[in-house]
Structures are given as structure tokens and as C-alpha cells.
């Protein structure tokens, strides 16, 4: 039975089971991570990984084995990120849920649905930023007011996988920008670094601009992918790396468009999942009580003066990149 402030036709449990069963399908950069794996408390923690690129000797008859030595390791720790967002349901709908309109109660339900739909969205576009934040520029950093946070996680890339181009190799320049050589050689440092497979390089239509007009390009359209072109509009491989436009974007605090990868950037990874996400305890109302559940979360409660009706989504997350050698986050531009 509901408690006092929870919505009949949505309790506690009902709702979370609602918001997870919301589809995130636009969201490229949840598909590079693995997870979310839960941690007990608000700490993640995770080693970076490093490939080997030794030999060994080969061994005789009655020889003891040959001595390695331990594997470096980075030990990288952080507290979760929080993220808290709700509303408040009008009078009109929440009618409705309580069953004041008995005609009306499935329109009340479904907007209900809907704006948890929106609290959802708003969640994972955050979640979406953070992601690409840390694999554009290779850290995390949040400086934030109100409320006061301030984060700072740095996921350990080296100098050659944040390339800059010269000013004559950018994309932009399509008389002189090289980007086919560039791509082979991002494939090359990947390879090296990590032992991992080049697979993907995710770039925005402002990207996909710059290689299509480019002169070696054009050259390369009238023999090898100009039917990629014609097909999609788009080169969809190049150098053995499946270019994927991610025009996907958000709303900043100014009111601003802002892409998640921005225009001037290109990100290669590895076919391999180059990270990881964990999740941790959140606090919900449960009854009159209330308790801790992992992860994406959302309850309801009703404020006495004034009498509001409010629905909660939060979560408790981080993102982690485990191989920073799978990525190299060039800007092209």
C-alpha cells in the first residue's frame, strides 16, 4: 500500500523498475564501457592496464624459469558522481493518478511516464557528457558552484594519444591535410600501446566535412570509397577504421548547443571495451522508511506547504577508462 506521498499507481519499486526499462539507444559512448559494476560504498576504484611487449627466452633442459617482474600498476580512486534531478507533478495530472478522473487515469499515468522518461534523459545525457569529456580529453574535471563540487580524475593518457595536428596537416586545410596517414598512424600507436584492435574513430558531421572535401580524399573517392559515399552520404571506412558521425548533443547551463564530441576533435578506440562504469548505493524513500538501492533510482513524495507532488530520479555513477592506450583523442582542427 502506497505511503503518504507516494503515488498510487507508482510506488517506490514500480518507478525504478519503470525507469530502467527506458531505452538509451543514441548513446555511442555507453557502448565503450563496460558495466555498471557495483561498489559497496561512494568510492570507485580500478588499475590501469598496460599492455607487454617483452619477449621471452627460451628455456633448456633441467634451466629454472625465467624471472618477469611484477606488472606496473596505477591505482586510480574517486567518489561517485551523484547525479539528483526531480519535479513536480501539477494538479491536474495528479488528479488523475489518484483516481479523481476515473476517465482520464490512463492520460495521467502516461504523463507521468513521460516526464519520468525526461528525468531519465537528463540523467543519461550527463552520464553521456562525462563519458566523452574523459575520452576527449583524457581526464575528468568538475568545477561546479551550486552545488559545490569539485572533481578532478586524471585517466592517465600520454602526449602521443592527444595529438594536435600542424597547422598545414589540420583537416580543415584540404589542400595539405593528410588525414588518411593521420589515421594509419593513430591505428599504429593503438596497436603498439595497447595490443589492441583499431576499430572505431567517431568524429562529428564537421569532421566527416573536412575528409570528403579533402583533395588526397577525392582522389581516393574515384577508386576505393567514393560507393561508400554514394550509398550513405558518408565515409563509412577508412584505413580499416569504421568512421562513425556523432551528432548527438546537449543543452549547457548558458542555453548553448554543445556536441559531445566537439567539432574539432576525432576519437579512435579500440574494438575492445576501453573502460568501465560503476554504480553505487543511492537513498529512496520506501514507506514511511528509508533504504539504500543500487544505481539508477526514482521515488516519489508529496512537501506539506505548499502541498506539492514531487517524482525523484537519481543515481550514483563513474565512469572509468581501464586503457587509456585503446584511445588516442586527436584534435583536427
Do not use: C
Not at 35 to 42: A, D, E, F, L
Not at 171 to 185: C, G, N, V
Request: no cysteine; aromatic share 8%; charged share 25%.
Amino acid at each position: 500500500m502506497p505511503y503518504l506521498g507516494e503515488l498510487s499507481s507508482f510506488t517506490t519499486r514500480q518507478m525504478t523498475e519503470t525507469v530502467r526499462l527506458f531505452p538509451q539507444n543514441a548513446y555511442l559512448g555507453k557502448s565503450l564501457f563496460s558495466g555498471p559494476k557495483p561498489v559497496v560504498g561512494k568510492t570507485a576504484a580500478w588499475d590501469v592496464v598496460e599492455g607487454t611487449r617483452t619477449l621471452a627466452p627460451f628455456g633448456v633442459k633441467a634451466s629454472e624459469a625465467h624471472i618477469q617482474k611484477i606488472k606496473k600498476r596505477k591505482r586510480i580512486t574517486s567518489e561517485l558522481l551523484i547525479i539528483n534531478e526531480k519535479k513536480a507533478i501539477d494538479e491536474e495530472t495528479r488528479h488523475f493518478l489518484e483516481k479523481i478522473g476515473e476517465f482520464d487515469e490512463p492520460y495521467g499515468e502516461d504523463l507521468l511516464t513521460d516526464e519520468l522518461a525526461n528525468l531519465v534523459r537528463t540523467v543519461e545525457n550527463t552520464k553521456e557528457w562525462a563519458r566523452w569529456y574523459a575520452m576527449t580529453r583524457g581526464k575528468l574535471d568538475i568545477q561546479q558552484t551550486d552545488p559545490a563540487l569539485s572533481l578532478s580524475i586524471d585517466y592517465g593518457f600520454t602526449a602521443t594519444h592527444k595529438p594536435e595536428l600542424a597547422t598545414n596537416r589540420r583537416w580543415s586545410e584540404a589542400s595539405t591535410a593528410k588525414p588518411l596517414s593521420d589515421i594509419l598512424d593513430w591505428r599504429r600507436l593503438i596497436s603498439r600501446d595497447s595490443w589492441l584492435t583499431p576499430g572505431r574513430m567517431y568524429l562529428t558531421s564537421v569532421g566527416m566535412q573536412y575528409l570528403v572535401e579533402n583533395d588526397s580524399i577525392q582522389t581516393l573517392l574515384q577508386y576505393t570509397v567514393g560507393n561508400q559515399l554514394a550509398a550513405s552520404g558518408v565515409i563509412t571506412r577508412l584505413g580499416g577504421t569504421d568512421i562513425i558521425v556523432y551528432d548527438i548533443n546537449y543543452v549547457d547551463g548558458d542555453g548553448n548547443v554543445q556536441q559531445y564530441i566537439p567539432d574539432d576533435m576525432a576519437v579512435m578506440v579500440a574494438s575492445e571495451a576501453i573502460g568501465e562504469e560503476f554504480m553505487g548505493p543511492v537513498d529512496v524513500m520506501d514507506g514511511e522508511a528509508v533504504r539504500k538501492q543500487m544505481g539508477l533510482s526514482s521515488y516519489s513524495f508529496a512537501t506539506k506547504d505548499p502541498i506539492d507532488q514531487w517524482i525523484v530520479v537519481k543515481d550514483a555513477w563513474l565512469p572509468a577508462i581501464k586503457i587509456p592506450d585503446g584511445i588516442v583523442a586527436a584534435r583536427i582542427r
